[in-house]
């Protein structure tokens, strides 16, 4: 089951780190390719992403991949072998379980990634775990996974580690590690996509967005969620 676990990671690497440099890759050429600057999205970074934070980004990115990919692996493998609550047919819950799922995964990530951050900030820890993802301080799409590996190795586990406990359908899982490399690309574009409208709304106030997160990495020590403001509100930390 070991070499079928590492395999698995290789081929997992692979898929994630071209998943990575596509659409950071896209969302590069998007907001800050050619004539990006002018089109419809407003600026958060004082100035373009350098080339060497660039650079920085994509290296982290993929020293980050494998680390993220091993324990993704442990639980497609595990699955096979009846060991996780990952499960292939829709109906097999209920179809109303898929989005209650979803949102429980979301909830729980979301709640644990505030509280580690916030452990990442601790002046003991940042230095060599966390250091790595704010030399971004005009960040660009491609430091949504430029993570240290101590920082790397401190996540990665958690969701696939989910999967033992909370029934996850397959598809559900795509969807979701589809949303969260979309958010994550968006909230370090370095601009703002959505409206203002939508981000003074009362829904859209609730969501972590570019707006948001570009605070962080430029003040370090408030907005520290994922993709709700409830735990920046409930402690603090919350700035707009
Ligand atoms: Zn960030
Ligand atoms: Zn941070």
Known sequence: MIGEILLTTLALSVIIAVRYLMIAGLAYWLFWGGDGRRRRSR???????????VRHEVIASLIATPIYALPAAAALVGWKHGYTKLYAD?????????????????LAHDAFYYWLHRGLHDRRVFAWAHRGHHLSRDPSPFASFSFDPAEALATAWFLPALTLFIPLQLGVALAL????????????????????????????????????????????????????????????????
Request: aromatic content about 14%; charged content about 20%; glycine content about 6%.
């Open 43 to 53: 600026g958060l970074n004082r100035q373009p992403p350098r080339r060497e934070t």
């Open 90 to 106: 829709p109906a097999a819950y209920g179809w109303w379980w898929l989005p209650v799922s979803a949102v429980i995964y979301l």
């Open 177 to 240: 590690l589809m949303l969260m490399t979309l958010t994550a690309v968006m909230n370090h574009a370095g601009r703002e996509v959505w409206p203002e409208a939508w981000l003074k709304h009362p829904v859209g106030r609730q969501l972590i967005t570019a707006t948001h997160h570009d605070r962080h990495h430029k003040y370090f020590n408030e907005n520290y969620g994922l993709y709700f403001r409830v735990w920046d509100r409930v402690c603090g930390t919350d700035r707009e």
